[in-house]
């Protein structure tokens, strides 16, 4: 897991009015483009980040999309595409976006969907070049409002040179070459493709390609199976400069005066200095996207972590996340001293100052989601999403385990604390009961079998549980040693409120929420707005709060309220006091005031 590293308070003094409450930040970023040292664009799967004075903003035109790529071509002009979708070009520095399609059908012509890569020529930044799945490479000369398709030469070569997963740009006697998805390398050299170099493999899946900044001919190739090469001559003849223990480098960058640095999968960033390669330096646990040399180091786009600066030396130095709100909330809790908690993909936040800044709390944690954050006599449970149940132990500033017994049900969709302090977890594999002494228990008999469930605690019962999943709702007066079925639903999530006689059940499914009073079946009480979907509920003191792919609302004896709408809301922590708290799909945690 890559280090986390504490807000400080300059970053706050800058974002008390964004709109957004000040994190956690960082995120999925898939691509990054760099201008004069300084980041410019990121594209993360959360929508497009625009830096400017030391802060990321979001591209409000974008919204949430998800993103694979961006691509500056200088002034105020980019390119961003989907993992699947159309191209998008903005000339007003994201305020406006139109769709790039004149000339973007294969050779069949189907419309190009899927684009692998992208790259500008630096000498000429509207003249742009596109890698697809499938379909080769498109030229554009119009800064990409009209395209061409270069084929010629690919037709007699095998299928997988179709597919375009890396891009550089010609440079004096380099010629523009083309990493493909089986096929090697490929040349375009007196306008037809021919593969191109010795050394590396004409069945390598390429990853990347990437040039020294001013000496085109010293060239470095990314594979996913064969390691990192090396070109000294344009590509003409190739080197393995290091194979590493699984061979997958997605990310590699030349800096200005030829050090190389690139990341190996499982293994971390390595550098290599005058063609030998050094030990690795970390990171071994993260996932690389993208890595920008820049004066004096380099910047990286992480899976989970944001954006990174990276020394002369490959160490990574500090994060550059600040407004980088593209991180997914899955729970969110709050402890006696008055702490604020944020689980997300990756591990956890805390904030000590109602959200104003957030530092990292992942100690002892193995770098998973963590979808529930749950309060037993006290202290504070986390359910992770594949590494079972951890608890805080706040003398020591570190997650425990506390999965011993859970075997290969350690996927927990759902987690509770009754009356009595038991808990219970929802998995893949069941449902399953600590009592806080000994191992995990299954407490499943009679429950039939399901890929996921969650569950729900009643908070006036002891032992009374319901669990949801695909095959219905079922409720356990005995602490999970029988079940029966309490209503025929699709779960998504479960929620319990006290209530005269026992405890209000709230049920959701994809498009709407069920309610049963005590002794009652569930009736359908909500329906989503159109186009809505429900991502979880969070019990409130009176009544529940919904959270959807377009904001939150509030269930209870009145009439619906909504929150923060067309925001993705996956959790909402409601106190005593009134004061509510929103966890995002993609913009970090809102408090009161931020919607």
Not at 326 to 353: C, Q, Y
Not at 474 to 496: C, N
Request: glycine share 18%; with cysteine.
């Amino acid at each position: 897991m890559v280090m986390r590293l504490v807000l400080g308070a300059i970053l706050a003094f800058l974002l008390p009015f964004a709109g957004f409450a000040a994190g956690p930040f960082g995120g999925t970023v898939r691509d990054l483009a760099v201008r004069d040292g300084e980041p410019l664009w990121a594209a993360t799967d959360r929508g497009l980040f625009r830096f400017d004075e030391g802060v990321w903003s979001r591209v409000e035109s974008l919204g949430f999309r998800d993103l694979a790529g961006v691509l500056d071509l200088g002034g105020d002009a980019a390119l961003v595409w989907p993992p699947v979708g159309p191209l998008l070009r903005t000339r007003d520095a994201g305020g406006t976006w139109t769709e790039s399609a004149e000339g973007l059908r294969g050779p069949t012509g189907r419309v190009v969907d899927e684009i692998r890569c992208g790259t500008a020529d630096p000498a000429d930044p509207s003249r742009v070049y596109l890698g697809t799945a499938g379909q080769g490479v498109f030229e554009s000369s119009d800064g990409g409002r009209t395209w061409t398709g270069l084929w010629e030469g690919v037709e007699e070569e095998p299928v997988a040179a179709w597919t375009v997963t890396a891009l550089l740009p010609g440079a004096g006697e380099r010629p523009l070459m083309a990493g493909t998805d089986g096929a090697g390398v490929y040349a375009r050299r007196y306008g037809r493709w021919e593969p191109w170099g010795s050394g590396i493999p004409r069945t390598a899946r390429v990853t990347v390609l990437a040039a020294e900044p001013g000496r085109p001919e010293h060239v470095v190739a990314g594979t996913r199976g064969e390691g990192l090469w090396e070109s000294t001559d344009g590509g003409r003849t190739w080197t393995r400069v290091r194979q590493g223990a699984y061979g997958i480098v997605p990310a590699a960058a030349v800096a200005p005066g030829g050090d190389v640095l690139a990341h190996f999968r499982g293994e971390g960033l390595v550098l290599v200095r005058a063609g030998r390669a050094g030990r690795p330096v970390g990171w071994a646990e993260a996932g690389v996207n993208r890595l920008v040399a820049a004066a004096g180091g380099w910047f990286a786009g992480l899976d989970h972590d944001g954006v990174w600066r990276l020394g002369p030396g490959g160490k990574p130095d500090r994060p550059r996340n600040g407004g980088l709100a593209a991180t997914r909330i899955l729970s969110l809790a709050k402890t006696p001293g008055g702490a604020l908690w944020a689980g997300d993909t990756n591990g956890v936040f805390r904030s000590a100052d109602a959200g104003r800044t957030w530092e990292a709390a992942d100690r002892g944690l193995p770098g998973a989601g963590v979808s529930h954050l749950v309060l037993r006599a006290g202290r504070l449970h986390a359910g992770t999403l594949g590494q079972g149940v951890f608890v805080w132990d706040s003398d020591a500033g570190r997650w425990e385990d506390r999965s011993a017994g859970m075997g290969t049900a350690n996927t927990v969709f759902g987690l509770c604390a009754g009356t009595d302090g038991t808990l219970f977890a929802g998995t893949e594999g069941g449902v399953l009961r600590f009592s806080g002494e000994g191992p995990w228990v299954h407490a499943d008999g009679g429950l039939p079998a399901s890929t996921r469930w969650v569950v729900a605690c009643s908070p006036s019962e002891p032992g009374v549980v319901w669990a949801g999943g695909r095959p219905g709702v079922f409720v356990t007066r005995d602490a999970g040693t029988t079940w029966s079925r309490v209503a025929e639903a699709d779960v998504v999530d479960l929620a319990a409120e006290p209530a005269r006689g026992g405890a209000r059940l709230w049920v959701a499914e994809a498009g709407r929420v069920l309610a049963g009073e005590p002794g009652e079946d569930p009736r359908p009480a909500w329906t989503a707005p159109d186009g809505a979907r429900v991502l979880g509920l969070s019990p409130a003191p009176d009544g529940v709060w919904v959270g959807t792919t377009r904001g939150a609302w509030h269930l209870g004896w009145g009439s619906p309220e909504p929150a923060a709408p067309e925001t993705p809301v996956t959790r909402a922590l409601a106190e005593a006091s009134g004061g509510i708290w929103l966890g995002t799909d993609g913009g970090g945690v809102l408090g009161p005031g931020d919607f």
